[in-house]
Nanobody, 124 residues
Framework: QVQLVESGGGLVQPGGSLRLSCAAS????????MGWFRQAPGKEREFVAC?????????EYEDAVKGRFTISRDNAKNTVFLQMNSLKPEDTAVYYC????????????????WGQGTQVTVSS
């Protein structure tokens, strides 16, 4: 049925870049706010970025990634992206794509669908 599949994670040196993709299937999400979250070992899952639905793609970012990360979407492909530049070791985490349901968009509990996650490791 509904699936979100993340890809693009991997090992990268500090200052490097990665582009994550989230391919959705089983449901069109062009009218759905989409978000990226991340979870480091021993820490709670935290909001990274989200992109609103609509003709103008309003985006929001957690302060720690603002200016470095860019969320975007290709509605024709039912895909969401997270371009990550100037990566830091503290960005190391499993990154999850999620589709919004209701509630605060900054909280994981507000999202109805989740991908399996993709590991991002920033290390020299």
């Amino acid at each position: 049925q509904v699936q979100l599949v993340e890809s693009g994670g991997g090992l990268v040196q500090p200052g490097g870049s990665l582009r994550l993709s989230c391919a959705a299937s089983g449901h069109p999400f062009y009218n759905t706010l989409m978000g990226w979250f991340r979870q480091a070992p021993g820490k709670e899952r935290e909001f990274v970025a989200c992109i609103w639905a609509g003709s103008i793609s309003i985006t929001e970012y957690e302060d720690a990634v603002k200016g470095r990360f860019t969320i975007s979407r290709d509605n024709a492909k039912n895909t969401v992206f997270l371009q990550m530049n100037s990566l830091k070791p503290e960005d190391t985490a499993v990154y999850y794509c999620a589709a919004y349901g209701s509630g605060s968009r900054y909280r994981p509990s507000s999202y109805n669908y989740w991908g399996q996650g993709t590991q991002v490791t920033v290390s020299s």
